[in-house]
């Protein structure tokens, strides 16, 4: 169970994504703005926080760069309906580790939060490892997916049972490997 904070001044979807992160057995508390955000973190850390890019006052871009630099620990998604590339990019060069774009579907948001969450769970084993215990420290998020991914292939007998273990579809999946040599 991880703690989670969602931050989106709508009512309606501040209400409507806490419940479903909730109902997928994570704890969740809500704030309509960045600064409600800020003082909730003060309070006690989040292993997750969703926030919304615009809202009134400051922005999701400004609390993101608050966040890694009080809480670097905890990961950061954002949600905006207003969506370029360049944004994405840019949220992305700042430390959000997705970027998702409204209308959305419950299950999109709960598939990147659980990739977030296995990742930080992936950095807390890598960092317990002594380092005399590893040929090589994973560097990246990249990396540490990359030997999550190996190791379930290496679990499960079929791609199809990886990809759903995995909560991806066979052909990501396929192409994954592909991208990774791991074929």
Same mark, same amino acid.
């Given at each position: 169970m991880a703690r989670? %904070?969602?931050?989106?001044?709508? %009512? #309606?979807i501040r209400t409507h994504l806490a419940t479903y992160v909730r109902d997928l057995g994570h704890e969740v508390e809500v704030a309509k703005d960045s600064l409600e955000a800020l003082e909730a973190m003060a309070g006690q850390p989040f292993d997750a926080v969703i926030s919304d890019v615009?809202?009134?006052?400051?922005? #999701?871009?400004s609390l993101l760069r608050e966040i890694r630099l009080r809480h670097p620990e905890t990961g950061v998604i954002l949600?905006?309906?207003?969506?370029?590339?360049?944004?994405? !990019?840019?949220?992305?060069?700042?430390?959000?580790?997705?970027? %998702?774009?409204?209308?959305?579907?419950?299950?999109?948001?709960?598939?990147?939060l659980g990739r977030l969450l296995e990742v930080q769970a992936l950095r807390l084993l890598d960092a317990g490892r002594p380092a005399s215990s590893t040929a090589k420290s994973p560097a990246s998020l990249r990396e540490l997916e990359r030997e999550? !991914? $190996?190791? !379930?292939?290496? &679990? @499960? !007998?079929?791609? $199809? &049972?990886?990809?759903?273990?995995?909560?991806?579809?066979? @052909? @990501?999946?396929?192409?994954?490997?592909?991208?990774? #040599?791991?074929?």
């Amino acid at each position: 169970m991880a703690r989670v %904070l969602v931050v989106d001044d709508d %009512l #309606g979807i501040r209400t409507h994504l806490a419940t479903y992160v909730r109902d997928l057995g994570h704890e969740v508390e809500v704030a309509k703005d960045s600064l409600e955000a800020l003082e909730a973190m003060a309070g006690q850390p989040f292993d997750a926080v969703i926030s919304d890019v615009r809202m009134a006052g400051m922005d #999701g871009l400004s609390l993101l760069r608050e966040i890694r630099l009080r809480h670097p620990e905890t990961g950061v998604i954002l949600m905006t309906a207003y969506a370029t590339v360049p944004d994405a !990019v840019e949220a992305m060069r700042r430390g959000a580790y997705d970027y %998702l774009v409204k209308p959305f579907s419950l299950e999109q948001a709960g598939f990147i939060l659980g990739r977030l969450l296995e990742v930080q769970a992936l950095r807390l084993l890598d960092a317990g490892r002594p380092a005399s215990s590893t040929a090589k420290s994973p560097a990246s998020l990249r990396e540490l997916e990359r030997e999550h !991914v $190996e190791r !379930v292939l290496a &679990e @499960t !007998v079929t791609l $199809e &049972e990886a990809a759903s273990r995995l909560g991806i579809n066979t @052909t @990501t999946l396929w192409r994954m490997r592909r991208r990774w #040599g791991l074929e």
